[in-house]
């Protein structure tokens, strides 16, 4: 028999993990053991259960109960499954679910800076990227287009946070990343770091200098580091001098730069590992 709970009454403690904590509480309550995330829609849910995350609580339109939610509801055990009308849930929540289900589960272990640089070929790194919409699509593109992990610095955007979760379509769960500057500050010794472990480093930046995308010298490179830049006023200067290649992306129509996530898918593409 699962869990099933009809809502009536908003100010139950228990609905706070989806109504009332901000995403700065889930990720800091009890963290790091008991820290939270909230996964949203089926498919995303499903993804999260593959890759080991454990469940804690699940919001559900009734009418998913027996629908799309059944299966998740089935795979998380006899956790609480809050439920109401479509409308109800999103008086309590305050947005429109997706798919009608929200997961929240407890936060994977981190994983540290030598855990996923030891054996990637090609990684993305992100300086500054604060919009979760951005982060969601740039792990998105790293995971699809051959990217082995991902490096954030601090100021980057949690890729944990609902909507990065939700734009990435699970890969948060799938591709290994890290925060580089839980051990070194960024960028002198992050990037020092990264050529310890045997990468070129090639900064995303419009410059005099800069090499084309599909340079020959950067596609031949055994181990390569792709380091991109703050939505607004792209990578810092101190970055830029201390990486091995700054690169852009050839544009026409007097266009000067790219969306981010979509730099990122481009930059990705061209400069994936070769078998």
């Keep these: 028999m699962h869990n099933i709970i009809e809502i009536t009454d908003f100010n139950a403690v228990e609905l706070d993990v989806f109504s009332r904590l901000t995403e700065t509480q889930l990720r800091n309550r009890l963290e790091p053991e008991k820290g939270i995330f909230i996964a949203e829609s089926p498919k995303v849910i499903h993804v999260a259960l593959d890759m080991g995350c454990k469940p804690v609580a699940l919001l559900m339109e009734r009418k998913h109960i027996s629908g799309d939610g059944s299966k998740v509801i089935a795979r998380c055990g006899d956790v609480p499954v809050y439920t109401g009308s479509r409308e109800l849930l999103e008086q309590l929540t305050g947005y429109r679910l997706t798919r009608g289900v929200l997961c929240a589960m407890l936060r994977p272990k981190r994983l540290s800076l030598t855990q996923v640089c030891s054996n990637a070929k090609r990684l993305a790194v992100l300086e500054g990227i604060v919009d979760s919409t951005n982060i969601g699509a740039i792990f998105r593109s790293a995971a699809a287009l051959g990217m082995d992990g991902i490096l954030l610095t601090s100021s980057c955007c949690d890729p944990l946070c609902r909507r990065a979760v939700r734009v990435s379509m699970g890969t948060v769960f799938q591709i290994p990343w890290a925060r580089i500057e839980d051990k ?11 050529k310890e472990y045997g990468f070129k480093t090639a900064a995303m930046a419009l410059s005099n200098d800069s090499v084309s995308v599909d340079n020959n010298d950067l596609l031949t490179e055994e181990r390569l580091a792709v380091i991109l830049g703050t939505e607004g006023h792209g990578l810092s200067k101190a970055t830029i001098a201390m990486c091995d290649y700054t ?10 730069s790219l969306n981010v996530a979509a ?3 481009v930059a990705f593409w061209e400069l994936r590992a070769r078998k």
């Design 184 to 194: 070194c500050s960024w960028p002198d010794q992050g990037i020092l770091r990264l």
């Design 247 to 256: 690169v852009c992306i050839p544009m026409h129509y007097n266009v000067d």
């Design 263 to 265: 730099a990122s898918a």
